[in-house]
């Protein structure tokens, strides 16, 4: 049974550039969830997507944007990249469906914008 | 606004040294509590969800308790490989989906 899946593991950007960081769920999931960890800290929620459409939002600018796929695997994209932004990724995969709400972590991307 | 603060930021204990962290919250009504536990530079891995007050989950040396205002992570007898950072979360029925993390609890199980 595949879990969470992420890619890149690492990825170095120069501020102003923009990434994309890409997720894909854990076996018969179909909603993902996007959370920024800095160091030290608990992740912070940035947005939900289901069924190809953003579900709900944290407080994140509008720099951060997302997309789901039909196989629901999800992308995150970050533009005009600031040092702040330099954090653990982490995408997590829950079921919508079945009255479970526990949501599985994949590895995460380690981005350092320089 | 929903809060999760956990305590202690640290603990180190001895091997066999039983302890508990704890997890305090504030929500406007509680869809679920949850612990996840985190290695260094990995993603959190699932461990309990809690419903409801008077509710225990057992997991070898570690049971979740969860109250109307607090939750406890009791380790038994802890080994070294015990040793990451317990994370708590709540998700609350009028917040969504969001799980509002606290910034865990950092343990350290020595020989």
């Known amino acids: 049974d595949a879990g969470v899946t992420q890619s890149p593991t690492h990825l170095i950007k120069t501020r102003g550039q923009q990434v994309t960081l890409r997720c894909s769920p854990k076996?018969?999931?179909?909603?993902v969830s996007w959370y920024q960890q800095a160091l030290g800290q608990g992740p912070q929620f940035i947005f939900q997507?289901?069924?190809?459409?953003?579900?709900q939002r944290g407080n994140f600018p509008d720099r951060f944007s997302g997309h789901q796929f039909p196989n629901y695997s999800s992308e995150l994209n970050v533009n005009a990249l600031l040092l702040g932004d330099s954090a653990l990724y982490l995408c997590?995969?829950?079921?919508?469906?079945?009255?479970?709400?526990?949501?599985?972590f994949g590895p995460g991307t380690r981005l350092t914008v320089t | 606004e929903d809060q999760v603060t956990q305590s202690p930021e640290a603990l180190r204990l001895q091997e066999g040294e039983s302890s508990s962290l704890n997890c305090s919250y504030t929500v406007s009504g509680l869809r679920g509590l949850f612990w996840y536990r985190q290695d260094p530079g990995k993603g959190p891995e699932f461990l309990f969800t809690?419903?409801?007050a008077g509710e225990e989950k057992e997991k070898e040396r570690l049971k979740a308790t969860l109250t109307k205002k607090e939750s406890f992570l009791h380790i038994t007898a802890p080994k070294p490989e015990d040793s990451a950072t317990y994370l708590c979360a709540v998700q609350a029925w009028d917040s969504g989906y969001a799980l509002n993390f606290g910034k865990g609890t950092s343990l350290l199980v020595t020989p």
């Open positions: 997590a995969s829950s079921l919508s469906s079945g009255g479970s709400y526990e949501q599985y």
């Open positions: 997507y289901y069924e190809e459409e953003e579900r």
């Open positions: 076996s018969g999931h179909d909603t």
């Open positions: 809690l419903y409801s």
